[in-house]
Structures are given as C-alpha cells and as structure tokens.
Nanobody
Framework: QVQLVESGGGLVQAGGSLRLSCAASGRIFSINAMGWYRQAPGKQREMLAL???????NYAASVKGRFTISRDNAKNTVYLQMISLKPEDTAVYYC?????????WGQGTQVTVSS
C-alpha cells in the first residue's frame, strides 16, 4: 500500500501563486510515476501534470507554462508549483501515484482562486 497526503491548498487571489505538496509513504518503490489532477464541481477529474521516476514531465495544455511539477526523492514528496492562478483553477487538487498494477490517490486539497 501507498499513502499519499496532499497539502498546501487554500484561498488565493487571481494572479497569485500556491505550491502544493504530496507526501508519499508505504511501498513507494512500487510507484512508477506521480501526477497531479483536479476536479471542479460538476466537472470530470482532469490530469494536470505527470512526472516519472526518471524525472520526465508532461503537462496538460491548460496549465503548461503556469504549473510546474517536481519531486524530491529524499523527502518522498512531489510538488506542484502554480503561478498566475485564475478563478477557473478553483478545484480540489489530487495527487496520484501510478504503480504497475495499482494506482493510489490522496484525499485532495481545496484550491480556491478569487477574482
């Protein structure tokens, strides 16, 4: 089992920045890649950014250039740095760990961007 705990969400004004953290524990060696997703009310959960164990990253077009995913292997933590936030970025943000057979999700952290 892998446990993922997100933190860093909150209320921010449009144009502001936030950094989300996702701390992993448990059978971390079984994780091949990590990702950040979000889900706004009434919408499907969408992928924002992925990072592999080798450090390769991939971003959704909607956040490319504004969001940056990174990882600190020593701390077993993945980050999502978000800048130039917009009201439409308001959502619950989730961390996902992708293993060979099983995926793991965190509980989510709320991000609210006010206009």
């Amino acid at each position: 089992q892998v446990q993922l705990v997100e933190s860093g969400g909150g209320l921010v004004q449009a144009g502001g920045s936030l950094r989300l953290s996702c701390a992993a524990s448990g059978r971390i060696f079984s994780i091949n890649a990590m990702g950040w997703y979000r889900q706004a009310p009434g919408k499907q959960r969408e992928m924002l950014a992925l990072i592999t164990s080798g450090g390769t990253t991939n971003y959704a077009a909607s956040v490319k250039g504004r969001f940056t995913i990174s990882r600190d292997n020593a701390k077993n933590t993945v980050y999502l740095q978000m800048i130039s936030l917009k009201p439409e970025d308001t959502a619950v943000y989730y961390c996902k760990g992708m293993g060979s057979r099983v995926d793991y999700w965190g509980q989510g952290t709320q991000v609210t961007v006010s206009s």
